[in-house]
């Protein structure tokens, strides 16, 4: 019997099965247990010095009452927790600061999992991973140079978002468009276009596979939208238009070739390599201050269909390929590099952007889709007063005047393939992921650059068999070709060096381009070892070359961490095969909705690559996928600092205890709901449990008197057992929120009976016990529960035989309004019910005096009757 306190002191209570359930692992997961499985995954935390705020602990605490839950109904459950710890944030610290960015995120872990661990959540510490550690970042540099082997990783020279405060390229989504210019979403600096030399994946060439993939997940429509209209697949064709004056064409992508006798204007993207040669003598300056312009606005500012529409002649004419007609090319920031070609044809009488270009500028407007009331407009001499976008026959196009849309396509297109002018092809969105950042804190790419010259003895080399791709990756610096080897796998993990100074160079490189005691390396052919350079006296034989100084981006770790929770510790493989067909991918994925498309996305191609490669067993990592909402300040805005909305979860657990915040945030609505935070709210779930405690245990800390070994009454094991089901049927739809609410109207009833059997005291314990396990554990344990905890005992099992009721409420209307209710028998005839109904009080009066002349009974449910 527990003596650790008389009253309910949630602190000392916590603390205590906090430590029980970390001394005896309570929660960790067996590997080839004989049970079913069940894998539930948290998004894991980037671990911040600001530690958690209040939207952590939402998803955590679901997850958290679902491995619970599942335990109990006797699976064996694997949830674990890492750290997603490399990236920006640090690096900016150690800047500032001088501290190393490793010291640092170790310091910031161990704040992180002191929190969790107060809140109650109990993850299987034994399985925890921390991308920076370099047992674990081993594998991604592994899983990076078989991306390397296969062609999927190559290096361009790409128009990034750079930002010199920072010294880091930035992706789109972490660059604000402001009045001031576009700036940095961390620090609100000014950000600049920059060419710089980057590592880039080929997650193009799985486009078709990642969305077809999309129809095997269960996952939010939602989501799923999200992630196939980045994906963005369009079937069209690429037309060739020739230029005017120039040997040089112009090849455009269309979903529209049947409009191609419509188009009268082309546009260019700044960004077009053949922009400047195009542009004619007397429109240059205009056309290169447009371009300069251009270079300070994001892809999303430029692209926004409401906005201005902007652009410049430059001088020069195409030839449409089906008329022979001169139009004129324009640059414009609307078209987009990343895009397509970079440069489109225009039909402004079918585009509502290019409409509205046209008529900015005054440019030719060619009607060639109507249907019958457009076409007697035009007939008449009307014009079009905006774009016509929908369907009909083909107008003023030649050979496919009178044709319908899809068969004009197909003929246009058949007719330019056979001219060597176009073909069919299909385009995405999708652009190659751009997969470095000039950083020190992250992953290091296992790469030496090496002369050409050297590569051919390299490639020679033993060591070095099977490793290179078929088309070496090359790149230019200063002036001088390189070419990438690859370390061999008995070289991994490569290392960060330690540093003073984590300043980036002047000129956007990665601080590791400073250390040349790191930078300047030879590798041996035959053996793979890689030396630094000033360690040797003689690098004869040997081959000099230099690292790559960029380092992976935070979403390199992130892509895989999954698989690695199943074999954390396999120093010989990403993933045991056998423990792979033990635990499965995870069951359930829990985490936040900003992660809809990229972290899903790029995990989704790093998997399906595996797949590819007979690593792994599946082709999707992720069968199940939930989006916990947004938990908003008290204010219903989002929480931020600036605000002064935040919600410390530190302090809320201070005051009210852990069992008391997990409650109040299931409590708080719908998961998938966005809500907000309400301090004063959470009282209600501190009195249920109070009153819990009140009715389970004396003043004197003894079980109360009220709970006994007499059998339980009836009325309390039908409103027990309802719970069970709903509860069971509520934790598995992630209903926690419902769940609640019947576990308080059943206390309410059990505390109206005046009495509780002890087993029925028990059950209603392990049933709250996954939302509020610290309160259960005690009083389980003062009621005498089986050794282990309630967390080892076995899920309640309802007995639909006791929710079986001889008796029906039967509601009573005079008129059509509610005048009283009965409680009778099943069985009982229509006349009795009748009888009875006409005997109640409030019906006597209404009825009195007057003449009933319809009696009328819905079996089980109404008795109504007409009077006049």
């Known amino acids: 019997m527990a003596t650790r306190c008389d009253s309910y002191d949630f602190s000392l209570i916590e603390r205590h099965w906090q430590d029980f359930w ?58 674990p927790m890492g750290w997603d710890a490399f990236g920006l944030p640090t690096e900016q610290y150690a800047i500032k600061t001088g501290e190393q960015p490793a010291v640092v995120t170790k310091r910031n872990i161990a704040r992180f999992k002191e929190q969790l661990r107060a809140i109650g959540l109990t993850y299987d510490w034994d399985r925890e991973v921390n991308t920076t550690d370099p047992h674990y970042f081993r594998w991604t540099q592994w899983i990076f140079l078989k991306l390397f082997k296969k062609g999927l990783a190559y290096v361009d020279e790409k128009p990034v978002w750079f930002c010199p405060e920072l010294g880091t390229v930035l992706a789109n989504e972490e660059v604000l468009n402001t009045p001031e210019g576009p700036r940095s979403e961390r620090g609100s600096f000014p950000v600049e276009r920059r060419p710089l030399r980057q590592w880039v994946l080929r997650i193009t060439a799985y486009a078709d596979k990642l969305l077809d993939g999309l129809k095997d997940v269960n996952w939010p429509d939602s989501t799923k939208r999200l992630q196939s209209n980045w994906i963005g697949r369009s079937e069209g064709a690429e037309v060739t238009f020739s230029l005017d004056g120039f040997d040089d064409t112009l090849t455009v992508f269309t979903t529209r070739p049947d409009t191609l006798f419509g188009a009268t204007y082309m546009v260019v993207a700044p960004e077009h390599p053949l922009l400047s040669k195009i542009t004619a003598d007397d429109k240059r300056e205009a056309v290169e201050s447009y371009v300069r312009k251009a270079a300070n606005k994001s892809d999303l500012e430029r692209a926004e269909l409401s906005k201005e529409k902007t652009g410049v002649f430059t001088g020069c004419h195409a030839i449409n390929p089906v008329n022979g007609e001169k139009i004129p090319v324009w ?53 079009l007063t905006e774009a016509y976008t929908g369907d009909g026959k083909l107008i003023n196009s030649g050979l496919l005047d009178g044709l319908d849309v899809t068969a004009a396509k197909k003929k246009i297109t058949d007719k330019l393939a056979s001219e060597n002018r176009g073909k069919a092809t299909v385009n995405f969105k999708l652009r190659d992921w751009l997969f470095s950042r000039q950083r020190y804190w992250g992953e290091p790419f296992p790469i030496v650059w090496v002369s050409e010259a050297d590569y051919a003895t390299v490639a020679s080399g033993a060591a070095f068999a099977g490793l290179l791709p078929e088309e070496p990756v090359t790149c230019t610096m200063d002036g001088k070709k390189w070419f990438a080897v690859p370390l061999p796998e008995s070289a991994l993990p490569l290392t960060l060096p ?66 690695r929770y199943i074999d954390p510790k396999n120093a010989e493989a990403l993933i045991d095969p056998k423990k ?22 790029y995990a989704r191609f790093w998997h399906r690559f595996l797949y590819d490669e007979g690593v792994l067993k599946t082709p999707e990592p992720f069968t199940e996928l939930f989006h916990q909402g947004i938990i908003l300040g008290e204010d219903g805005e989002k929480m931020s600092k600036s605000r002064g909305n935040v919600v410390n979860p530190d302090d809320i657990i201070a005051q009210y205890g852990a069992d008391s915040l997990r409650l109040y945030l299931m409590f708080l609505g719908p998961l998938e709901a966005m809500k907000p935070w309400n301090t004063q709210g959470i009282e209600g779930v501190v009195r249920f449990l109070r009153k819990l405690w009140r009715e389970v245990i004396a003043e004197d800390g003894s079980v109360a008197a009220r709970v006994d070994d007499t059998p339980e009454s009836p009325e309390t094991l039908r409103v027990l057992h309802e719970t069970i089901k709903k509860v069971t049927a509520d934790y598995t739809a992630l209903g926690f929120n419902t769940a609640i609410s019947q576990l308080m109207i059943c206390l309410n009833a059990i505390s109206k009976a005046g009495r509780m059997n002890r087993e029925t005291a028990k059950t209603f314990i392990q049933l709250l016990a996954p939302l509020a396990p610290h309160l259960c554990e005690e009083l389980w344990e003062r009621l005498g529960g089986a050794a282990g905890g309630v967390s080892a005992a076995p899920w309640p099992v309802c007995d639909e035989s006791l929710l079986v009721n001889d008796t029906v409420k039967i509601i009573v209307q005079v008129n059509g309004k509610l005048r009283g209710e009965l409680e009778v028998s099943k069985d009982l005839a229509k006349e009795d019910i009748l009888a009875q109904a006409k005997g109640l009080e409030r019906v006597l009066a209404q009825t009195e005096g007057k003449t009933v002349v319809k009696e009328i009974y819905v079996p089980g449910k109404i008795v109504n009757l007409v009077v006049k």
Request: with cysteine; net charge negative; proline share 6%.
């Open 22 to 79: 970390a001394d005896n692992k309570t929660f960790y997961a067996e590997d080839f247990a004989d049970k079913p499985t069940w894998y539930v995954l948290d998004m894991f935390p980037y671990p911040s010095g600001a530690g958690l705020h209040i939207g952590h602990p939402e998803g955590y605490t679901a997850t958290d009452a679902l491995k619970r839950f599942k335990k109990a109904q006797g699976h064996n459950v694997l949830h």
């Open 580 to 601: 792979e067909d033990y635990w499965g991918m995870p069951d359930l994925y829990v985490g936040g909705a900003e992660h809809a498309v990229l972290h899903l996305l």
């Open 331 to 383: 640059v414009a920031d609307y078209v987009l590099m990343s895009y397509g070609t970079g440069a489109i044809m225009a039909v402004p009488a079918h585009d509502e952007r290019d409409f509205a270009f046209a008529k900015e500028f005054g440019l030719k407007i060619v009607q060639v889709i109507s249907d019958e009331t457009h076409t007697e407009a035009q007939r008449h001499g009307g014009e």
């Open 498 to 563: 330690e540093t003073e100074s984590y300043q980036p160079s002047p000129d956007g490189q990665s601080p590791l381009a400073n250390i040349p005691e790191w930078l300047e390396v030879a590798i041996d052919p035959a053996t793979g070892n890689v030396t630094a350079r000033k360690e040797l006296s003689d690098t004869s034989g040997l081959v000099e070359g230099l690292r790559e100084t960029n380092t992976m981006p935070q979403w390199a770790g992130s892509c895989w961490y999954y698989l």
